[in-house]
C-alpha cells in the first residue's frame, strides 16, 4: 500500500490529484494511539489505495480546516472528492465498514 506523508504546503493540491482512495490519517508523535495506527495500518488490508500521514504539530493550518479535535484523525478522499471523517476503531474490519460507510456519503469539496 503507498504511503505519503503530507503538509499545510501540499496536502491539498495532492488530494486533489490523486485518483482512487486515499485515507489521510493526522498524528502526532507524542500520541500512543498514532504510533499504534503508524506502525499497524500499512499491514492491514484495507480497501484504499494510499495512506496520506499528516504531522497535527506540524501541520496547524491543516488541523484547523479539517477540525482536527482528537488524534489520530482519519478522514477518506476518493478522486479529489472529499467524504467526510471516518470514526471507527482501529482495527481492518471496522475501518473496512467505515470505509464504506463514508463511500456511500455525498461527497463534498475538501476542507
Not at 478522486?79 to 464504506?100: I, N, Y
Amino acid at each position: 500500500m503507498d504511503q505519503l506523508h503530507l503538509t499545510d504546503f501540499d496536502v491539498d493540491q495532492q488530494l486533489l490529484s490523486l485518483p482512487g482512495i486515499s485515507l489521510l490519517i493526522f498524528t502526532s508523535v507524542g500520541c500512543s494511539s498514532c504510533r499504534w495506527a503508524r506502525h499497524h495500518l500499512p499491514e492491514q488490508a484495507l480497501p484504499v489505495d494510499r495512506l496520506c500521514w499528516i504531522d497535527a504539530e506540524e501541520n496547524g493550518g491543516a488541523v484547523e480546516r479539517y477540525g482536527v479535535f482528537h488524534l489520530p484523525s482519519l478522514f477518506v478522499v476518493r478522486d479529489g472528492q472529499f467524504q467526510g471523517e471516518l470514526r471507527s476503531k482501529l482495527t481492518a474490519h471496522a475501518l473496512s465498514a467505515g470505509l464504506d460507510e463514508a463511500l456511500e456519503r455525498q461527497p463534498d469539496e475538501l476542507p
